[in-house]
């Protein structure tokens, strides 16, 4: 979202639930025990911030959409940790390359992060999917996430804008745009989430998380090459299509530009306002998304390397 959508009331709120949600979420990260929860954090986040930034095209509509992730993290790193590197990813977009609205990104954070590792993954993915690995159950369980997650943000998006009431744009009229166009975008994304977890599942099935797969690397004490490998492939794509993005990410305004669009008859309300921290604002150089995906690797990296710190100290403190 653009902050051309939001009015401070409704960007002050979803600010207070987005900072609570990221402090319950690093609390839940602190406790988790897996040796490759913090690399596997790190270039997850890396491959999302390449994926988001390559749009496809929808076939005949003139719009584009781009991956969230947030059922391909929740799937390989469990829901809190996902949030936490999706967070990561919205935010170092938002502050540095100046893709979507500063006052926004609580919105963001919570259409985009929140109803994909914390609603979607929970409540469609994991009871379709079940707790032992099948490629069936496994793809259709990601399409059906995927399209739950992207429906739910953009019925969010409409419904964030009509609280805000500074535009103009009625949110029947709305909202008929913007299910359908994010329908598609899910059922793309649905597909291809499912092709990686299929991929990861029958490499690795015990990557796919589920707490008795947590507790049992707890017990083991140190990372197998099969989760090395993964995490190496991860790594790989993430600096193909960071390096590829300029070439390949389709042109058309995405799902929400589209439908602001067709309504209006322009894909921006206002003008951007670029944050002062942006660096690189619009992606506007070859190597934004290497640099970007850097940074998302930094960030989560000393984020979560203080969290576990932390918890470490806590744990040795109590036993003294």
Aim: charged share 15%; net charge neutral; with cysteine.
């Amino acid at each position: 979202m653009a902050d051309a959508l939001v009015s401070a009331p409704v960007a002050a709120s979803a600010g207070v639930v987005a900072a609570a949600l990221i402090v319950v979420a690093s609390k839940k990260v602190a406790r988790i025990k897996r040796d490759d929860i913090l690399p596997l954090m790190g270039v997850m986040g890396a491959f999302v911030f390449a994926a988001q930034m390559i749009n496809f095209s929808i076939p005949g509509t003139g719009s584009s959409g781009h991956m969230i992730g947030g059922v391909l993290l929740a799937a390989l790193l469990g829901p809190w940790a996902a949030f936490i590197t999706i967070a990561s990813v919205l935010i170092i977009q938002c502050l540095i390359f100046a893709d979507g609205g500063l006052m926004a990104l609580g919105c963001n954070l919570i259409n985009m992060g929140a109803m994909s590792c914390l609603v979607a993954w929970p409540l469609v993915y994991r009871p379709i999917a079940g707790k032992t690995f099948r490629k069936g159950r496994v793809f259709l369980a990601s399409v059906a996430a995927c399209v739950v997650d992207l429906e739910l943000g953009a019925l969010l998006v409409t419904g964030e804008t009509e609280l805000s009431g500074i535009t103009s744009l009625p949110p029947s009229e709305f909202l008929l745009f913007m299910l359908p166009i994010h329908l598609a975008i899910g059922l793309c994304e649905g597909v291809a989430t499912g092709a990686v977890l299929c991929f990861v599942g029958s490499y690795k099935p015990d990557m796919l998380y589920e707490a008795d797969h947590v507790a049992a690397s707890s017990k083991s004490g140190k990372m197998t090459g099969r989760t090395k490998t993964v995490i190496g492939v991860f790594a790989a794509l993430a600096l193909v299509m960071a390096v590829s993005f300029t070439w390949i990410a389709s042109s058309d305004p995405d799902g929400l530009e589209w439908s602001i669009s067709r309504l209006t008859g322009s894909t921006e309300l206002a003008p951007a306002v670029t944050p002062a921290t942006a660096i690189m604002p619009d992606y506007d150089s070859t190597f934004a998304g290497v640099l970007g995906g850097l940074i998302v690797v930094a960030l989560l990296w000393g984020f979560c390397s203080i969290l576990f710190r932390k918890a470490q100290s806590r744990k040795n403190a109590e036993k003294l």
